[in-house]
């Protein structure tokens, strides 16, 4: 484990330092603001966008938020939430436990309050139209907190964030108790456009060399930390903030995810690969620097929609890591394609039309070979 | 619900409140839609027969569906009757909180809607009382520089009213 650490830091550009503690730098992190906010300038790509404005001017004060013990209980329809338990405040020592750590908060740290989601409590009908399945022991991807004048629903990370590589959170049909056509997207940004982005696979969040489909951040282990640390502070309003050990824990535990993907394959169609996309997805991770928007705005409206917004913009697109894409659903900027076959359907049309003028042999060989990432 | 109310207030009054329960009216719009038959349970205003007003509405993203008045006095629900404020629609709908009314909040208080966590896309959630705790007053006190598009809204996790600038989770 202790080589697959130094290794997945080593990736990262965060290798550890001598004395081997693959933690050190979260340890420092935890243990000082200034790291995070030295962090933070580093990870920001445009400091003009309002994501990154908020975050440079805001910083500082918010490491003075309260921080108040998060009493929590796990959600089951039909049951009176029980069995209270307080998330883990501190940082263990071993790595193991902190991505135990990171995986709990994962599933249980209430992320943001929303009434709307009683409809899924409610309702297993309405449940299952907003893609919120049950798991084997039988309780919804939520989690209750403890409010100051009962039990209040909140999402977590889980809620929207499978790891199956399908993404099927749907809040409209929250409201509607209907399946939408917005499923698996969601539209995060406050700049009154109507630019909903597909929610995100985490699995390989290590290979990307940005954060958000915007590029809005440089990607590192305290790069993520840090914006998931503001994530959970803006989600609560900027009234309370999570200890950094939650922040560092979760960003150390979605840092692991990659470990469990299989290597990239080689054979043939690892050579239609290289040759049909091998251009933008590049190396191990499968992934490349961000392209200029200008340049994808004529294959991709939803991305240049999402990738001109004055909230996270930066003029340029991610490349994603296709690591993990063969069971990846949704596809591209705004969920327009369903799926692989979907993608490279030559009857498709429309937005990322690479791949789809391949010979009909070119292209199962291609298929078959993404389906193995 | 029907107004728990809270400790009265003395503060000054909100740009919106609720000084009384006023009932909603008995109309809808009529405006036609052209729904996606590959996604659609209604085509036609006449196809919504299963409630009050039926109104067959959508659009691409959420799908054609029928959507009733679900009540036209706080009579007929828990707490608030809101008049046309219905997901993405003009549907009446109920929606919680603490309160029906400013006299529900004491002596000079305050009963006011607030957005929920989609914050503007949605529509209301619920009313609640203003709060001696309360960091902001109205919308424009949210809506700043640092914060754009931010709104006065009342915080579950708190307990009192305050900015949020939350447009769905994920922000």
Request: one cysteine or more; aromatic letters at 6%; a negative charge.
């Amino acid at each position: 484990m202790r080589r697959q650490v130094a290794l997945a830091l080593a990736l990262a550009g965060c290798a550890p330092p001598a004395g081997d503690d693959p933690l050190a730098v979260g340890r420092r992190y935890v243990a000082d603001p200034a790291v995070g906010r030295a962090a933070l300038e580093a990870s920001i790509v445009d400091s003009t966008n309002d994501y990154s404005r908020l975050r440079l001017e805001s910083y500082d004060a918010w490491a003075t938020l309260p921080e108040p013990a998060r009493r929590v209980a796990w959600v089951t329809p039909g049951q009176a939430p029980s069995d209270w338990f307080t998330l883990p405040a501190d940082l263990p020592a071993d790595p193991d436990a902190v991505r135990d750590q990171g995986e709990l908060a994962f599933r249980a740290w209430p992320v943001q309050v929303d009434s709307a989601l009683e409809a899924a409590l409610d309702d297993p009908a309405t449940a299952a139209a907003a893609g919120l399945p049950t798991d084997a022991a039988g309780r919804l991807p939520l989690i209750w907190v403890q409010g100051p004048t009962g039990p209040l629903l909140a999402y977590t990370c889980a809620t929207c964030h499978r790891l199956d590589g399908a993404a099927t959170f749907d809040e409209r049909a929250l409201h509607t108790g209907r399946p939408s056509q917005g499923a698996g997207r969601l539209d995060v940004t406050a700049d009154g456009l109507d630019n909903p982005t597909t929610i995100t696979d985490l699995r390989p969040v290590r290979r990307q060399t940005h954060l958000h489909r915007a590029a809005t951040l440089h990607n590192s282990l305290l790069g993520l930390a840090v914006r998931i640390e503001t994530l959970l502070i803006t989600s609560a309003r900027e009234q309370h903030r999570p200890p950094r050990a939650i922040a560092f824990a979760l960003a150390w535990y979605l840092w692991t995810l990659a470990d469990a993907q299989p290597p990239v394959p080689g054979g043939p169609g690892a050579d239609v690969f290289a040759r049909t996309c091998g251009g933008c997805h590049a190396g191990p991770d499968l992934a490349g620097p961000p392209v200029p928007l200008d340049a994808l705005a004529p294959l991709s409206p939803a991305a240049r929609a999402i990738g001109a917004s004055p909230d996270r913009g930066t003029g340029t697109w991610r490349v994603p890591s296709l690591r993990g894409v063969g069971t990846r659903r949704p596809l591209l900027a705004s969920g327009e394609v369903p799926d692989l076959d979907a993608l490279l359907d030559p009857t498709r049309g429309g937005p990322h039309p690479f791949g789809q003028m391949l010979a009909a042999d070119d292209r199962a060989t291609l298929l078959a070979w993404l389906r193995r990432l | 619900m029907g107004g728990a109310g809270g400790a009265g207030g003395g503060g000054p009054a909100p740009d919106v409140h609720r000084a009384e329960a006023t009932p909603c009216d008995d109309e809808r719009s009529l405006q036609s839609y052209d729904p996606d038959p590959q996604n659609a349970e209604c085509q036609t205003h006449d196809d919504c027969q299963a409630g009050r007003n039926g109104r067959c509405v959508g659009n691409g993203h959420d799908g054609w569906y029928c959507t009733y008045d679900e009540c036209l006095a706080d009579a007929e629900c828990d707490n608030v009757c809101a008049c046309e404020n219905g997901f993405r629609s003009d549907h009446n709908v109920c929606i919680g909180g603490n309160c029906r009314v400013d006299a529900d909040c004491g002596p000079g208080g305050f009963c006011s809607p607030s957005l929920g966590d989609c914050g503007h896309y949605d529509k209301f959630r619920g009313y609640w009382c203003r709060t001696t705790e309360d960091t902001c007053l109205n919308d424009a006190d949210c809506d700043t520089a640092e914060s754009p598009n931010g709104y006065c809204a009342w915080l579950p996790e708190e307990g009192h009213w305050g900015c949020s600038t939350a447009e769905c989770v994920g922000k």
